[in-house]
């Protein structure tokens, strides 16, 4: 099965296991959702991850995190699409419910939250907005 959007399947599998409340969840691997998933466990977002291989594929296991049995994530949107590229500038990054989430940026220093972007004064790709 090919997957057009492989962030907005990550994203979309983290929202699925986070609403019926999975301790972990795994999904194929690829640089990009690796360190879409580090963003995510420094902001505080998930307990952590790992990366397994199995049988010649790599697969990424997340440790979902929850407060009081709810999930720490209470969403996440996948804002650049493939067919709307949605790009920012440095001094206009988005804020996210006024800074009680994060965007995170695809910058050409990596994947970064828009407040580490804001202050290296690097624009990029919007990704995705978690709150």
Known sequence: MTINDPIADALTRIRNANMVKHETVSMPASNLKEEL?????EEGYVEGYVVEEKDGFKN???????NN?????TGLQRISKPGLRV???AKNMPRVFDGMG????????????EKAARANKLGGEVLCYVW
Do not use: R
């Open 102 to 113: 994060i965007a995170v940026i695809s910058t050409s220093k990596g994947l970064m939250t």
């Open 87 to 89: 790009y920012s500038k």
């Open 69 to 73: 049995g709810q999930g720490v994530i």
């Open 37 to 41: 998933v580090k963003v995510l466990k």
């Open 60 to 66: 990424i296991v997340v440790t979902l995190k929850y």
